[in-house]
């Protein structure tokens, strides 16, 4: 059965979810990439939106203007490591719940998110019509100063998804971990490599 | 002679329009191969997404990721082409128009004013490399579709000599594992092998545009390839970076004669949504779409 995640989320709401876990999202997610993290971290100013309870997307999407606002055209993530540097002061700043991305994040990242009950989920990168597909509409824009990629845009979504969990509330992760093995296996395929390639003689 | 820049901006705006929305054929095949032989459940979703979201992106009419790239244009132009007066204006026109047209994100930000142009078009973007080919009058444009993701990875070093092509090797191998997982994998992996690091850097961006399947002409830089692409793959690392059966769909190296002194590698990846297209462009303004076989222009 599909899993759904509707905003307001509390932290009862994610108590079970695991790594490696699918779920989708229905309600309030908003973009939110790199100046906006270093404007609410770093510049200490203040968001123009609550994101309590809410998600936020690490993602620049394509938005065309209609006469009566703003229609998605596509919506995809972005490499959720550049936000590394400010994610887990931005949990804690702003109470967001859910953070959409793709790739992994860091430890810092993963801390917070056991210590708020947070998640961070990947949606499959590439995969932006069906983003945008599953915008019901587009709200709001802030910080629109920004240009289009990396403007605040205030989403209604249903059922956004798949969105692999990455991070859980434990603060298990799961690039981290698989990572390691990654660079574990990397060693041995490169002694093997070396030996067919001393082409220097 | 406007007349024909027009048709000229027409055609390169339509043909970034196709690239944006559709993968080439031979990155079609490939993935289609990899669907099928997705190892987990979590891979054959990731796999059963890229195939809907690709479907509703032509039922749609919309680029398949959001982030349509920075623009790269690597031209193989005739000696003897009438067009070559017109082409560099037309390319970068033609940048301006299918940003509107199809639409394309804004990704041209200008160094130091940090400003967002909102058109795709900045100090020296779209990004044009030249060739010229003698004695014909044909002119062959390849356009790629630079996204961020796939750009976070790139990296130039320069090794001695003494590390060998096993440093090099290490190299490839550390700057997959490091960031390759995070740039949307099954990627197409460029290394460049040089004397330089900026020539290196630039084969290797050339590297990624050459067709599936296509090896380096030397047997042992073909032997290099395969070793690479078969030692990424055996990492366990699948679609999206998560566990899984194929990282890479191949792993190309173009070359250039080295210093004695130096050995200098690049690496470049390109994301599954491989949006990479050739076209082929005569005097007479015809032209032929030759990385997608049966797409109307």
Known sequence: MKKILHTPINSADLEGISVGDIVYLTGHIVTCRDVAHRRVVALGQELPY??????????????????????????????????????????????????????????????????FKALHCVFPGGCAVLGATAVEAIEGVEWLDLGMPEAFWIMRVKELGPLIVSIDPQGNNLFETNKALYAERKEMVLSQIAEQVAYIK | MAEQLQKLIEIVAKFLDIVGKRLPDDVMLKLTELRANAGTDLERIIYDSMFDNMEQAIVLNRPICQDTGVISFFVKAGSESKLLPLLKQALIAGVGEATVASPLRHNAVEIFDEKNTGTN??????????????????????????????????????????????????????????FGVNACPPLIVGVGIAGSAEIAALLSKKAILRPLGTHHPNPRGAEFEQLLARGLNDLGVGAQGLPGRTFVMGVHVESAARHPSSLSVGVSVGCWAHRRGTLRLHDDLTSELVSHQGVSQ
């Open chain 1, 50 to 115: 609550s994101l309590a309870g809410k998600a936020i997307f690490h993602a620049g999407p394509i938005v065309e203007p209609t006469p009566s606002g703003y229609n998605m055209v596509a919506i995809g993530p972005t490499t959720s490591m550049r936000m590394e540097r400010f994610e887990a002061e931005f949990i804690a700043a702003t109470g967001v719940k859910v953070v959409v991305g793709k790739g992994g994040m860091g430890a810092k990242t993963a801390v917070a998110c056991r210590e």
């Open chain 2, 121 to 178: 078009i900045g100090e020296r973007i779209p990004f044009i490399s030249w060739d010229i080919i003698s004695g014909t009058s044909e002119v062959e444009i390849v356009a790629y579709m630079a996204g961020g993701g796939g750009s976070l990875p790139g990296r130039a070093i320069t090794l001695m000599p003494s590390a060998g092509y096993e440093g090099a090797a290490k190299y490839v191998l550390d700057t997959m594992v490091e």
